[in-house]
């Protein structure tokens, strides 16, 4: 298994800001995932940051609107910019540790409001 | 269309009854599947994979995958309160996980 921690767990933002979300694995992993998930929806994958590589993101969400950094094995950042009440939703920081779907873990997310 | 679908629920379970859930895939070239449980307020949890036509059983839990009909099921046998949650099936393809929609599963005493 994996242990996953992000920061922060919950905030409330204004409209117009930024706010970056921090995730944290116990061991050393080369895929990881972002995802979003709105009230009584299911996952929708942001974009996938493996280490070494430039994030790839999914059709619908663009790099000056939601940056990613992974700087190292253990370690990524997302952050969700100029916000709008439409970004109100669950974030969720996940790694696969088989390369295959086999082992992939969720971190705890964040909680995101925007007013 | 998306990639997986599921039937979003609630199904409602009375406690010691077998819960079956159903899932249905497009993209052929998908050859992993999994369910995840999460629980309100939680993050997703992995409960069982399957990766080739059949039965896998582990526990309560018993998945069936037919890629003749591209399609995932799972069972929760003796279904206890403690299995009321949603549960999200997903299939591996190009490096990633899809999603569906997830079926909320209530068990009731």
């Known amino acids: 298994s994996a242990v996953i921690s992000q920061k922060p767990s919950r905030d409330i933002c204004q409209r117009g800001t930024s706010l970056t979300i921090q995730c944290q694995v116990d061991s050393q992993v080369t895929m990881m995932f972002w995802y979003r998930q709105q009230p009584g929806q299911s996952l929708t994958l942001i974009a996938t940051?493996?280490?070494?590589?430039?994030?790839?993101?999914e059709s619908g969400f663009v790099i000056d609107k939601f940056p990613i950094s992974r700087p190292n094995l253990t370690f990524s950042t997302l952050t969700v910019s100029n916000m709008s009440p439409e970004d109100s939703s669950i974030y969720l920081c996940s790694v696969d540790k088989s390369g295959s779907g086999d082992e992939q873990f969720f971190g705890p997310g964040t909680r995101l409001t925007v007013l | 269309q998306k990639e997986v679908e599921q039937n979003s629920g609630p199904l409602s379970v009375p406690e010691g009854a077998i819960a079956s859930l159903n899932c249905t895939y497009s993209d052929r070239g998908s050859q992993s599947f999994f369910w995840y449980r999460q629980y309100s307020g939680k993050s997703p949890e992995l409960i069982m994979s399957?990766?080739?036509?059949g039965d896998k059983e582990d526990g309560r839990f018993t998945a069936q995958l037919n890629k003749a009909s591209q399609y995932v099921s799972l069972l929760i046998r003796d279904s206890q309160p403690s299995d009321s949650a949603t549960y999200l099936c997903?299939?591996?393809?190009?490096?990633?996980?899809?999603f569906g929609a997830g079926t909320q599963v209530v068990v009731t005493p």
């Open positions: 399957i990766y080739s036509n």
């Open positions: 940051a493996n280490q070494g590589s430039e994030a790839t993101y």
């Open positions: 997903a299939g591996w393809q190009w490096g990633k996980l899809q």
